[in-house]
């Protein structure tokens, strides 16, 4: 009795044909999760404006922050102080998300078109 080899495009537990078809894969390995991207530019932004804030703020000296506090612009209530640092960390947090939200969904579009 001599024992053959599976075929490579059986499954060894069912012995059902694997059939994966290329595109079908390609769709979902190359395509991002918006909430997953979203969620990881939120943070970024967030510790990255916390920290920067922080940092002038123990750094101290007569005019703290000058840069940094035109940000106040475009974030309402926003100042380089300790308590300014976790206003800007939750909008920071608010624009990294949405941003990363988009990004992702467009490129998703894109490689749907290009792929579709």
């Known amino acids: 009795m001599s024992a053959t080899a599976p075929e490579p ?22 395509r ?8 990881t530019l939120g943070i970024l932004f967030a510790v990255g404006i916390f920290l920067a804030t ?6 101290g000296g007569p005019a703290v922050g000058r840069h940094l506090q035109l940000l106040n612009q475009f ?22 998300y949405v941003s990363g939200w988009i990004i992702a969904a467009v490129y998703n579009w894109v490689v749907l078109f290009r792929h579709g």
Do not use: D, H, W
């Open 9 to 30: 495009n059986e499954s060894r537990s069912s012995g059902l044909p694997m059939r994966i078809e290329e595109e079908e894969l390609l769709k979902e390995v190359i």
């Open 32 to 39: 991002l999760s918006r909430n997953v991207l979203g969620l």
């Open 54 to 59: 922080n940092i002038l703020v123990l750094k």
């Open 75 to 96: 974030f309402p209530g926003y100042r380089v102080t300790f308590g300014g640092s976790f206003l800007g960390a939750a909008y920071g947090f608010a624009v990294g």
